[in-house]
T-cell receptor
Framework: AQTVTQSQPEMSVQEAETVTLSCTYD???????LFWYKQPPSRQMILVIR??????QNATENRFSVNFQKAAKSFSLKISDSQLGDAAMYFC???????????FGEGTQLTVNP | AAGVIQSPRHLIKEKRETATLKCYPIPRHDTVYWYQQGPGQDPQFLISFYEKMQSDKGSIPDRFSAQQFSDYHSELNMSSLELGDSALYFC??????????????FGPGTRLTVT
């Protein structure tokens, strides 16, 4: 079974600074999908960014970017110019094939300090 | 834009009672997923449906059952409730196409409290 590991239960960053959240996963598949979801205090699950394993180029969405290292099975999220609204729980998630279940990591609680 | 609708948003039940959670996916989304998120935990996959047929099953207790109806809405039925069933239950929906990963759009969740 696939596993997703987030080794940082908590992280903090100063407003306007950059922070990187780590995620590793285990799979024997060559094609799969990876996601970062954000869960603010409202508990709503919000997609931040996604990466297809067959794409070598790292995904970018505005201030959010990933560092996808397929051989190392690593998928980190970089948040640039951190804002107070970025404070949330961040979950890394793995999806084996289109339409299949999401397997989540344990989450990283991000605090943004003014 | 239309989002995933879940009802009720909050539900309080006593042990051994039954609960029914409802999910209305985004129009034209043919796949529905159910996840359970316990306090301080990550969401755990329960079950999914594609075109009204069960497509995948995760760690769903035998006390739980679910189905997807002809209008694509889905219901999660939970019987003989236990204190440990207290959690946030998410429904998510997505379209499906071979080789393309579509985002799973999550509903706001139903918070179930079992007393």
């Amino acid at each position: 079974a696939q596993t997703v590991t987030q080794s940082q239960p908590e992280m903090s960053v100063q407003e306007a600074e950059t922070v990187t959240l780590s995620c590793t996963y285990d799979t024997s598949e060559s094609d799969y999908y990876l996601f970062w979801y954000k869960q603010p205090p409202s508990r709503q699950m919000i997609l931040v960014i996604r990466q297809e394993a067959y794409k070598q180029q790292n995904a970018t969405e505005n201030r959010f970017s990933v560092n996808f290292q397929k051989a190392a099975k690593s998928f980190s999220l970089k948040i640039s110019d951190s804002q107070l609204g970025d404070a949330a729980m961040y979950f890394c998630a793995y999806q084996e094939t289109s339409g299949s279940r999401l397997t989540f990591g344990e989450g990283t609680q991000l605090t943004v300090n003014p | 834009a239309a989002g995933v609708i879940q009802s009720p948003r909050h539900l309080i039940k006593e042990k051994r009672e039954t609960a029914t959670l409802k999910c209305y996916p985004i129009p034209r989304h043919d796949t529905v997923y159910w996840y359970q998120q316990g306090p301080g935990q990550d969401p755990q996959f329960l079950i999914s449906f594609y075109e009204k047929m069960q497509s995948d099953k995760g760690s769903i207790p035998d006390r739980f059952s679910a189905q997807q109806f002809s209008d694509y809405h889905s219901e999660l039925n939970m019987s003989s409730l236990e204190l440990g069933d207290s959690a946030l239950y998410f429904c998510a929906s997505s379209p499906r196409s071979r080789g393309i990963s579509y985002e799973q759009y999550f509903g706001p969740g139903t918070r179930l409290t079992v007393t």
